[in-house]
């Protein structure tokens, strides 16, 4: 990754950013914690870009069909975030694998 992927990565993180502070502040709040949840559980797909962006579009579209965050997503934003991403790895998967495939070379 050179200065310039940086640099851009930064620039489109901003952008990101912007579209957040844009939104009501009970979808900021849900947000930021479904935020910080990815970023604590560690989906691959995370590095991506598109899990993060999906959902500010799905709010953003919320925001504009006049519904509350809550009635989007339902009460439990723990769940709601496990559902998003119970098909993708996680950065634990693959901590748990490299784990136990150690203790099984080192049983051997």
Request: glycine share 8%; hydrophobic share 40%.
């Amino acid at each position: 990754m050179g200065i310039r992927d940086i640099i851009e990565g930064k620039k489109e993180w901003r952008a990101h950013m912007a579209r957040v502070k844009a939104l009501p502040p009970d979808y900021q709040i849900v947000y930021k914690e479904m935020q910080k949840y990815f970023f604590k559980i560690g989906p691959v797909d995370l590095v991506e870009g598109d899990l993060l962006s999906g959902i500010l579009d799905f709010f953003e579209e919320g925001v504009a069909a006049d519904k509350g965050v809550i009635e989007l997503i339902g009460s439990d934003v723990a769940a709601f975030c496990d559902d998003l991403v119970k098909d993708s790895r996680t950065n634990a998967d693959i901590y748990q694998e490299s784990v136990s495939k150690e203790v099984a070379e080192r049983l051997k």
